[in-house]
T-cell receptor, first 113, second 116 residues
Framework: AQSVTQLDSQVPVFEEAPVELRCNYS??????LFWYVQYPNQGLQLLLK??????LVKGINGFEAEFNKSQTSFHLRKPSVHISDTAEYFC???????????FGAGTRLFVKA | DSGVTQTPKHLITATGQRVTLRCSPR?????VYWYQQSLDQGLQFLIQ???????AKGNILERFSAQQFPDLHSELNLSSLELGDSALYFC???????????????FGPGTRLTVL
């Protein structure tokens, strides 16, 4: 079985500062990893995904994430955030042999002016 | 706009009642997924349908059921409702049957269910 832990429930940050949202997973099998963003009153939107290959994955809106197998982590980063990045971010994992996706509890990113 | 539509947007009902949530996938998508998002449980996968057939099952209660129709829209039926069923219910669709590891899921705006 897989599980996902998002280490921070809330991350406040000033505009134009860098940010890292942390995600750790556990799994006994190979996994695929995802980051989704949920803006207020909207559904989830895929930011990026790691399936295989390069461990540095670039996504939309300037976000990137790095897969670290030894540390079982998939942290999300952005070098300079905007007010419009204020949202909830979900890390998710699915096993390569199955279709179920397990989501983390979410991290609320709050960008201050 | 993801192209996935869900109706109704809000639903308020009483304990013991039954409700039906509806989802229309993006044009051409064959898979539909249902999720429940609540404060205490977070976002949980309920069930997936592909081209009319059940494909994968998650933490779906026996009081809940779903189906996908020939026109590919899907309905989630929730019965004998309890206070704890109050949540946001999302539908997502994807082009193929492969699940999240082969194709992207597009989420609808959700239906907020309040059970009083």
């Amino acid at each position: 079985a897989q599980s996902v832990t998002q280490l921070d429930s809330q991350v406040p940050v000033f505009e134009e500062a860098p940010v890292e949202l942390r995600c750790n997973y556990s799994s006994s099998v190979s996994v695929y990893l995802f980051w989704y963003v949920q803006y207020p009153n909207q559904g989830l939107q895929l930011l990026l995904k790691y399936l295989s290959g390069s461990t540095l994955v670039k996504g939309i809106n300037g976000f990137e994430a790095e897969f670290n197998k030894s540390q079982t982590s998939f942290h999300l980063r952005k070098p300079s955030v905007h007010i419009s990045d204020t949202a909830e971010y979900f890390c998710a994992v699915s096993g390569t042999g199955g279709f179920k996706t397990i989501f983390g509890a979410g991290t609320r990113l709050f960008v201050k002016a | 706009d993801s192209g996935v539509t869900q109706t109704p947007k809000h639903l308020i009902t009483a304990t013991g009642q039954r409700v039906t949530l509806r989802c229309s996938p993006r044009s051409g998508d064959l898979s539909v997924y249902w999720y429940q998002q609540s404060l205490d449980q977070g976002l949980q996968f309920l069930i997936q349908y592909y081209n009319g057939e059940e494909r994968a099952k998650g933490n779906i209660l026996e009081r809940f059921s779903a189906q996908q129709f020939p026109d590919l829209h899907s309905e989630l039926n929730l019965s004998s409702l309890e206070l704890g069923d109050s949540a946001l219910y999302f539908c997502a669709s994807s082009p193929r049957a492969g699940g999240t590891h082969t194709d992207t899921q597009y989420f609808g705006p959700g239906t907020r269910l309040t059970v009083l």
